[in-house]
């Protein structure tokens, strides 16, 4: 069964960073895309940032250029999420994503 399971969430203050962690399993990690979503309070979920089954980035926001990377570690099936220079509005719920299933999600609050 495919399993992914986030975390690396929590509280940071405005300029600060994260990094989020996304451990899959129960498929072939490496042939399969993995994405990042997020979800703030009230607003529709959106596509964050991806990345092919070779490494290869797809940025789809243009609110977290130059301020987020995502990438992926094969011998440990997991896919990270870099944050820097973190905002109030990156505050929201950040899921991972990959053959048609979801984690549950991990918050990231940017508050002083």
């Known amino acids: 069964q495919v399993q992914l399971v986030e975390s690396g969430g929590g509280l940071v203050q405005p300029g600060g960073s994260l990094t989020l962690s996304c451990a899959a399993s129960g498929f072939t990690f490496s042939n399969f895309a993995m994405s990042w979503y997020r979800q703030a309070p009230g607003e529709e979920r959106e596509l964050v940032v991806g990345?092919?089954?070779?490494?290869?980035?797809?940025l789809y926001a243009d609110s977290v250029k130059g301020r987020f990377t995502i990438s992926r570690d094969k011998a440990k099936n997991t896919v990270y999420l870099q944050m820097n220079s973190l905002k109030p509005e990156d505050t929201a719920v950040y899921y991972c994503?990959?053959?048609?299933?979801w984690g549950k999600g991990t918050l990231v609050t940017v508050s002083s």
């Open positions: 990345i092919t089954s070779l490494g290869v980035t797809m």
């Open positions: 994503y990959a053959m048609d299933h």
